[in-house]
């Protein structure tokens, strides 16, 4: 069955660095544009970055030049680094799988918790 499975979250210092992971299962990867999308408490869930299955990539505001989104197709990966971290990027953070043509095929993992305080 579909299965993404992501680790690497934790509590870091503003500043600090984490990368995260989302090993995925299940599905035919390449095909997949793959995301990362955070939720913080009393906040909707947001786009954080986005890689295509052409490695194209696309970032929030919020994160430019601080996050970088890549993927192991061979792996079945794809990664997210976090350097600079600020507090107000805590949230839980959630990886995405979608069809790069059949949107319907959208999958979630359960989550990875992200907290940045001193």
């Known amino acids: 069955q579909v299965q993404l499975v992501e680790s690497g979250g934790g509590l870091v210092q503003p500043g600090g660095s984490l990368r995260l992971s989302c090993a995925a299962s299940?599905?035919?990867?390449?095909?997949?544009?793959m995301s990362w999308y955070r939720q913080a408490p009393g906040r909707e869930r947001e786009l954080v970055a986005r890689i295509s299955s052409d490695d194209s990539t696309n970032y929030a505001d919020s994160v430019k030049g601080r996050f970088t989104i890549s993927r192991d197709n061979a792996k079945n990966t794809v990664y997210l680094q976090m350097t600079s971290l600020k507090p107000e990027d805590t949230a839980l953070y959630y990886c995405?799988?979608?069809?790069?043509?059949?949107?319907?095929?959208?999958?979630w993992g359960q989550g990875t918790q992200v907290t940045v305080s001193s």
């Open positions: 995405n799988a979608r069809h790069i043509y059949f949107i319907n095929l959208d999958y």
């Open positions: 299940g599905f035919t990867f390449s095909r997949f544009a």
